[in-house]
T-cell receptor, first 111, second 114 residues
Framework: SQQGEEDPQALSIQEGENATMNCSYK?????LQWYRQNSGRGLVHLIL?????REKHSGRLRVTLDTSKKSSSLLITASRAADTASYFC???????????FGPGTRLSVLP | EAGVAQSPRYKIIEKRQSVAFWCNPI?????LYWYQQILGQGPKLLIQ????????DSQLPKDRFSAERLKGVDSTLKIQPAKLEDSAVYLC????????????FGNGTRLTVT
């Protein structure tokens, strides 16, 4: 069964704009991870945030986690055409196991 | 480091035929996963191995799907007989046996059942 649910399902922005994607989940988690998938390829890990963290940065990526609302957001700043991909959140249970992926957000960055 | 290798890259079969996929994980990764990804959806876990033991196969349709991990390294996933609804990308992933370790994915095998 799906744990995470991303929204929006699809997002289209211009190059240079910021893109924000949200993920909601249902049960308690150990950590939450974001992955990117380019068309026809496997998923690539972007960033991990633990349940006791509220915010994390990595380059142009900023992830927040609100465990009281069971939600996370991924912000990509100054987007580029190369950021065009599907983005998935994945949660793990309290033992750090059982990766469960949401349906993803399809991001299109227009040049 | 070399990534997760999967083969074949594409496979087209008729329904009721059988098919097998192969995965070679990153060296040293104890945990191996098989996911099914239907077009437009997120990956769905089929089976998780820890070394050569099964950790979770609760979502594996065991009447037609089987998987093994020989000597805790390579793994094969088999479908017999295939159904139309098995058309999907089958992704293999591996990770270190350490809490918080990310998954490393192969590029998948795209299966089309006609």
């Amino acid at each position: 069964s799906q744990q995470g649910e991303e929204d929006p399902q699809a997002l289209s922005i211009q190059e240079g704009e910021n893109a924000t994607m949200n993920c909601s989940y249902k049960t308690s988690i150990n950590n939450l991870q974001w992955y990117r998938q380019n068309s026809g390829r496997g998923l690539v890990h972007l960033i991990l945030i633990r349940s006791n963290e509220r915010e994390k940065h990595s380059g142009r990526l900023r992830v927040t986690l609100d465990t009281s609302k069971k939600s996370s957001s991924l912000l990509i700043t100054a987007s580029r055409a190369a950021d065009t991909a599907s983005y998935f959140c994945a949660t793990t249970d309290n033992y750090g196991q059982n990766f469960v992926f949401g349906p993803g957000t399809r991001l299109s960055v227009l040049p | 480091e070399a990534g997760v290798a999967q083969s074949p890259r594409y496979k087209i079969i008729e329904k009721r035929q059988s098919v097998a996929f192969w995965c070679n994980p990153i060296s040293g990764h104890a945990t191996l996963y098989w996911y099914q990804q239907i077009l437009g959806q997120g990956p769905k876990l089929l089976i998780q191995f820890q070394n050569n033991g099964v950790v979770d196969d609760s979502q594996l349709p065991k009447d037609r799907f089987s998987a093994e991990r020989l000597k805790g390294v390579d793994s094969t996933l088999k479908i017999q007989p295939a159904k139309l609804e098995d058309s999907a990308v089958y992704l293999c992933a591996s990770s270190l046996d350490r809490e918080g370790s990310p998954l490393h994915f192969g590029n998948g095998t795209r299966l089309t059942v006609t």
